[in-house]
């Protein structure tokens, strides 16, 4: 594993075409753009009937994702010392439960009405449903509902949960499965960071671990993003270190970076004709005003700065919608439920709509409509125009304001409208079965000659955690300039601070007393690195004499 900076933002993918239309597997749907193919979908409705094909009680603040008839939902159970998070599994034509898988809510102090905040993610693969949960567990599941993996990445990793309980839902790309956090860890991973964790999505197997720049200054939930810029596959996301970072995907490796504010940026980011959308409602860098809306330039490489801002947009405070995108507007809430139409191009206010007085889900578009609720108790069905926003629909979910709370995006699949309150799941549209999905196709990947160049050589798995005598068996694969894979194939191996043996990519701890270190590959000049931890068995015994005054135990 290579230690690279990282991220935790949201972006429009340039229509990747990566999942059909009918499944919303993905937190910000099938392109992660916020928006849906659908068509024929209901531009009013009542809790009393009208186009509700059905609903549950079983409420939250994580949004919805769906694969065929399956409809998949985090939320909180139990309370005091039996608080725990649930994903539950539903059919996604009635409502009616499945199966439930509990985790337990260990390791964080975060409140119990923002207990599951992050949404699960969906592999349309292979059908596999991953949850993060706020004490740092994730966990990988089949459609039945099977345990195939699990990592408690407060124990692994020092990852640090908070009273906000601000959680980034899991991102599926090829063979990855990638989440983030605030994290301090050991050796060069000591320093708290906001960190980004790559991992096999069959075996749960560490593929790369990266690392924003900057100090963070909190934890932060913003989703991440896939797209393709210049040729290279990006993810990009805005971190808890305030920064907005692009990286290779499919390695860590990092591309560009844009320093935003002092705080942490919860909103996720547009990228459309080589140009970003970030925003944020905290405090900026360069003056006392909090809030900024801007345009840079998504082709960049390095740090990007002043010279590479398009426009910016001051007075609109968006620091936890994220945006969404139709033709060339911008469609965006701010935090006192104000939805903006922007201008793509300059950044210019269209229109403006209020639809209450607090807010943090994102709009989704779909059939030349925009849905979306408020904290206020509301859900909305808007008709987007140049100049103005028509009310479509405005349902008032309980008897007093506030009462059923909307935190979450909804979601679009089957025909129907899917969303999420505290108390209750809706589906609007049709009653019935859904219109169902065509077959998922792959994107095509690239074909690389096995004498393309390589300039990463990546170890997997990036670490692990052994004790004494044990054997873990690495193998090395290299990477193009772009980031695009080339081949795994035989490296020269070496130990860096390991006391043992590795031959052709296998390691044997044979130390006894505790260790930590590296396991080297090197290919054509290129090395790359896996963090290995060897640890002792209980009961360990250390008066720290042998160590360097203020130096901790390597492990």
Known sequence: MMTTRLLSLFLLPCFLGLLPAGDWTDYRGPNRDGSSPDKNLPSKWSVTGENLAWKAPYGGRSAPVIHGDRMYVMNGVGSGSTLHERLMCLNADNGQVIWEHHMKAYLSDVPAHRVSWASPVVDPETGNVYAFGVGGLLAGLNRQGKLLWEHSMAEEQGLVTTHGGRTVSPVVYENLVIVGGVSTGWGEMARPAHRYFAFDKRNGQFVWISTPGGRPFDTTYSPGVITELNGVKLFVAGGGDGDVHAIKVLTG??????????????????????????????????????????????????????????????????????????????????????LYALDFHTGKVLWKQNLGTIQKASPVIADGKIYVGTEGGKFFILKPHADHCEILSEVELGKVAGEEQVIASAAVARGRVYFVSTQNIYALGR????????????????????????????????????????????????????????????????????????????????AVEAQAGNVKATVGGISGTARVRVVPPLPWSENFDNLAPGAPPKH
């Open 431 to 510: 009653k019935g079965a859904g219109i169902a999905p065509p077959p998922y196709r792959p994107e095509p990947q690239p074909h690389l000659a096995a004498d393309v160049p390589a300039t990463y050589v990546q170890v997997v798995p990036a670490e692990v955690i052994l004790r004494s005598g044990e054997t873990v068996r690495f193998k090395a694969s290299t990477f193009d300039v772009k980031g695009r894979f080339i081949q795994e194939t035989k490296a020269e191996w070496s130990l860096e601070g390991l006391k043992g043996k590795v031959e052709d990519g296998s390691f044997s701890a044979t």
């Open 253 to 338: 490796e990092p591309v560009w970076s844009f320093t935003m504010s002092e705080r942490g940026i919860n909103t996720g980011v547009l990228v459309y004709r080589n140009q970003a959308i970030v925003s944020h409602g905290e405090e900026n860098l360069d003056t006392s005003a909090m809030r900024l809306p801007a345009s840079i330039d998504a082709a960049g490489r390095g740090n990007l700065g002043p010279r590479d801002v398009k426009w910016k947009a001051p007075g609109f405070q968006g620091g936890y919608s994220t945006p969404v995108m139709d033709g060339d507007r911008v469609f965006q809430s701010d935090n006192g439920a104000n």
